[in-house]
């Protein structure tokens, strides 16, 4: 059974630091790119950040650059978002997206509210 499980969302004031965790498991994880997605009210989803099967391979939306760090531990079949300097239009549902050729699995989401 496939489980793709986020956690670590929450309220943080603007200029705070949150890290969220994606554990997956039922697939082979470390072949798996790993991308981590968000939605706001009204909004369409969005990539945030994306990293590939080896990590050799990151990339980031422009508006999360330099203050978002995606990495993966294939031990723990868990990828990870580091957000600091978070503002309040990171404000969304952030999603954790695990793809492989033909194979896509989404988590259920974990809330992240940046406000003061």
């Known amino acids: 059974q496939v489980r793709v499980v986020e956690s670590g969302g929450g309220l943080v004031q603007p200029g705070g630091s949150l890290r969220l965790s994606c554990a997956a498991s039922?697939?082979?994880?470390?072949?798996?790119?790993l991308n981590w997605y968000r939605q706001a009210p009204g909004k369409e989803r969005e990539l945030v950040a994306g990293?590939?099967?080896?990590?050799?391979?990151?990339n980031y939306a422009d508006s999360v650059k330099g203050r978002f760090t995606i990495f993966r531990d294939n031990a723990k079949n868990t990828v990870y978002l580091q957000m600091n300097s978070l503002k309040p239009e990171d404000t969304a549902v952030y999603y954790c997206?695990?793809?492989?050729?033909?194979?896509?699995?989404w988590g259920q989401g974990t809330q992240v509210t940046v406000s003061s």
């Open positions: 039922g697939f082979t994880f470390s072949m798996y790119g």
């Open positions: 990293i590939s099967s080896t990590s050799v391979r990151i």
């Open positions: 997206n695990a793809n492989y050729l033909w194979n896509e699995y």
